[in-house]
């Protein structure tokens, strides 16, 4: 092409700008990332609930010892961004440089004269500069001095002159150039073996080393950090064992590859271990450590096993060998047994589309939900919620249990009295107390709201056989300190809870039940329900008129608390029969559930209101709500979801946990779990998902259970029941091409049995 021309950078302006880039494209991302947020240290100093407890002050020790690492990392980062910004700013210095001496060639400048010089005055200062900068001299400078010749030369020669004034340069119209971004020196003939041998170093050992080394470490891990070899054997043991009790999912758990030396290079295997272990799993009972079952044979599985026990026991360790081995054990545990119940649940969904041969039950699933919470507050699940606060111990408990008063949780410790408070507790010193007080005070309050739908249809509160049914669920995360100022928080009272009188005697059933009886709370019924007075004693006759009469299918049973003396039989058969999940404050009885069929509930009273709105007003609300949804799942879904919820007072737990929830569907009469569970990581003040399960292929009345599991507290589980009205999906309109044969219809109606109970065969196997 004439008049171009390609050349290496001899100046070096051209690599300035390949080396600025450069230093952009790292800089930026990283100051990004790694700068220390001055917002991180607020965010810490909130994420913490101090105490002054014996476990907290030694956890306090532990994290301690984690901080100067922390700080040295944060200090080299910090020198290694300075030095790359001062770098970067001195580049685009002498790039600007550069571009003002190419851009502003002014000849009265370079030579130091002004504008009215006589041609005498230029040519003194061109001698006397050139004496200066001429190369012969030792003050030389060629550069320079070519730049004073140009410049004389445009202020005495009148051709150079005239193409000073028209192009900007004493030589005219110059050859375009396009320099190449490198000096010139890296194709020099003395500089090519080295040239050479630094290209090989980088691209043919250096980046193959550091690609595959990632590489390899990548696929060996799933999206959740966990091992792709430990997710297989989850999936392993619970296809080999689909009902699964919470004793054997602790193996499973401690057979995990993260805790084997060949997987983790954090595991530490000591010449100790041979004396120490031993010792340790004889003071452990129920370990099962002669099981012969591979890898739960294994070294590292019986040690990880007996240390998860001895951490859920309480047993002091050796601090400087198994208690370090307690605490990388414990750390692992919350995302590994997350892994699991995705296992179970995939496992499930297989089953239900006719993958595998073996499905899975409900109680399976809910073992390995039981043992996050255990393991964060090491303590078993027959143990006392009461000992999740600190000062209280396993002595205390004939304080909590005694003739007048039955406290068994945490909630109804904070609905006392304060001065009942400070008597039941009268052994504590005023810190001691103080320190129990703040913890209740951080702990949560959960209201539990579920609504049913079905999307994309017009009558969104009619469930026909095989819709859709969405289950949307509204958390509102609350404090006890409500509950310590006497307040009613989301329709929740102490006058509503149930007495603990109300519990049996036996102390087998009291172990069973414990965990049913944790939360006793529920919500007020609305006014109209309130001021019916023998609502639960109409005949079934008129029950069945009100039915019919009912506009909603879908119910949702909020259990109430009112009318204790007729409540106290059925709450107690009923936590008989829910023993795998807590239940939540006071399940309602058989007349609450006559009161609440023959009263229209909140669903219900809005649908009536409704039914006198115009159509087009309903159309209108329909979609507006429905753009709000959408808007909310895509800002939802550009932030990306959060892990920063409320910290956790786990003292035993040798990190800062967050408060994650799992919420799900069941049919706790078939045991079958619906939905896949949904793990809410970010419950700061109020939370909404969506839960979406197939309606049974047969009509009837069909009821389901919304749970909510914490896996970080034992005691706060809750549940809501949903009873749905399934009816027959309205017949579509005849087409040529849906004409089906008499043969298919047959073999189509043969396998339209519902693979759900409903409550009609329920109540025929009982009177069986």
Not at 284 to 302: A, D, W
Not at 394 to 418: A, G, P
Not at 530 to 551: E, L, M
Not at 685 to 700: M, N, S, V
Request: hydrophobic share 35%; with cysteine; charged share 30%.
């Amino acid at each position: 092409m004439a008049g171009q021309k390609f050349q290496y950078d001899e100046n070096g302006n051209t690599f300035l700008y390949f080396v600025l880039s450069f230093l952009g494209l790292i800089l930026f991302p990283c100051t990004y990332y790694f700068w220390p947020n001055p917002k991180i240290p607020k965010a810490k100093k909130h994420s913490e609930i101090r105490c002054n407890c014996e476990a907290c002050l030694v956890k306090d020790g532990v994290l301690k010892k984690k901080e100067p690492k922390r700080k040295i990392k944060r200090f080299f980062i910090r020198i290694a961004l300075t030095f790359g910004w001062i770098l970067f700013l001195f580049v685009l210095y002498k790039v600007t440089q550069s571009e003002y001496e190419y851009a502003n060639f002014d000849p009265y400048e370079i030579l130091g004269v002004e504008m009215s010089a006589s041609q005498g005055d230029i040519k003194k200062a061109y001698r006397k500069l050139s004496l200066i900068y001429h190369p012969d001299k030792e003050t030389g400078n060629e550069k320079l001095f070519m730049k004073l010749t140009k410049a004389y030369q445009a202020l005495t020669d009148e051709t150079a002159r005239r193409n000073w004034e028209r192009y900007g340069n004493p030589d005219g119209p110059g050859a375009m150039s396009f320099g190449i971004a490198l000096p010139s020196w890296i194709v020099d003939k003395e500089n090519s073996v080295w040239v050479l041998g630094l290209y090989a170093l980088i691209f043919m050992i250096a980046l193959p080393v550091s690609v595959g080394t990632w590489w390899y470490r990548s696929i060996q891990y799933s999206s959740d950090k966990v091992l792709l070899d430990t997710t297989q054997l989850y999936y392993y043991f619970f296809h080999r064992t689909p009902q699964m009790v919470l004793k054997r999912a602790l193996m499973v758990l401690a057979a995990s590859l993260e805790f084997e030396k060949g997987h983790s290079s954090e595991v530490q295997e000591r010449l100790s271990d041979n004396l120490e272990v031993p010792q340790l799993i004889k003071q452990l009972p129920n370990l099962n450590e002669k099981n012969k079952e591979r890898p739960l044979c294994f070294h590292y599985s019986v040690k990880a096993r007996a240390l998860l026990h001895a951490h859920l026991s309480r047993i002091q360790l050796n601090p400087f060998t198994l208690e370090l081995d307690r605490q990388l054990v414990v750390r692992k545990c919350p995302y590994l047994i997350q892994e699991m119940v995705t296992c179970v649940s995939q496992l499930i969904m297989l089953a239900h589309a006719g993958r595998i041969g073996r499905l899975p039950t409900l109680e399976t699933i809910e073992s390995v939900m039981k043992m996050c919470p255990m393991i964060v507050q090491a303590l078993w699940e027959i143990r006392s919620p009461l000992l999740q606060l600190p000062h209280i111990t396993e002595d205390m408990q004939k304080y909590f249990l005694s003739k007048k008063r039955q406290i068994r949780t945490v909630q109804q410790f904070c609905q006392m009295k304060e001065d009942e408070r400070r008597t039941l507790l009268k052994v504590l010193t005023e810190d001691q107390y103080h320190d129990v007080m703040k913890v209740c005070s951080s702990m949560p309050l959960i209201n539990f709201k579920v609504q049913c739908e079905v999307l994309d249809d017009e009558e969104s509160a009619v469930v026909t056989a095989g819709a859709i049914v969405t289950v949307t669920v509204t958390l509102t995360r609350n404090s006890m300190s409500s509950l310590l100022k006497g307040e009613s928080v989301a329709g929740i009272t102490a006058s509503e809870s149930v007495d603990p009188d109300d519990q049996p005697d036996d102390e087998k059933e009291n172990k069973d039940t414990a965990a049913d009886n944790q939360t006793q709370t529920s919500q007020k019924k609305p006014v109209w329900q309130r001021n019916k007075k023998g609502g639960g004693k109409k005949s079934s006759a008129n029950k069945k008129a009100q039915q019919k009469k009912t506009p909603n299918n879908v119910k949702v049973r909020v259990p109430s608390g009112e009318n204790k003396d007729n409540d106290e039989a059925p709450l107690l058969s009923r936590a008989k029969e829910l023993k795998e999940l807590p239940l939540d404050a006071g399940d309602s009885d058989d007349n609450d559930d006559e009161a609440s069929e023959e009263t229209p509930t909140d669903s219900e009273f809005s649908d009536s209101q409704d039914k006198d709105k115009p159509a087009d007003a309903d159309d209108d609300m329909e979609w507006e709500k429905c753009q709000t949804k959408l808007a909310k799942n895509k800002e939802r879904a550009l932030e990306g979801k959060s892990k920063l919820s409320h910290p956790v007072h786990c003292p035993y737990f040798p990190d800062v946990k967050q408060e994650f929830w799992w919420t799900y569907v069941c049919d706790r009469k078939n045991k079958q779990l619906l939905t896949a569970p949904y793990l809410v990581t970010d419950l700061i003040d109020i939370q909404e998902c969506e839960l979406q399960f197939t309606a049974p292929r047969k009509t009837g009345h069909y009821t389901f259970t919304v749970c909510l599991r914490s896996d970080s507290y034992l005691g706060f589980d809750q549940l809501r029941e949903i009873k749905l009205d399934v009816q027959e999906a309205k017949e579509i309109e005849e087409h040529p091409q849906w004409d089906i044969s008499e043969d298919e219809e047959e073999k189509a109606e043969e396998s339209e049995e519902s693979e759900y109970a409903t409550d009609d065969d329920i109540e025929d196997d009982d009177e069986d």
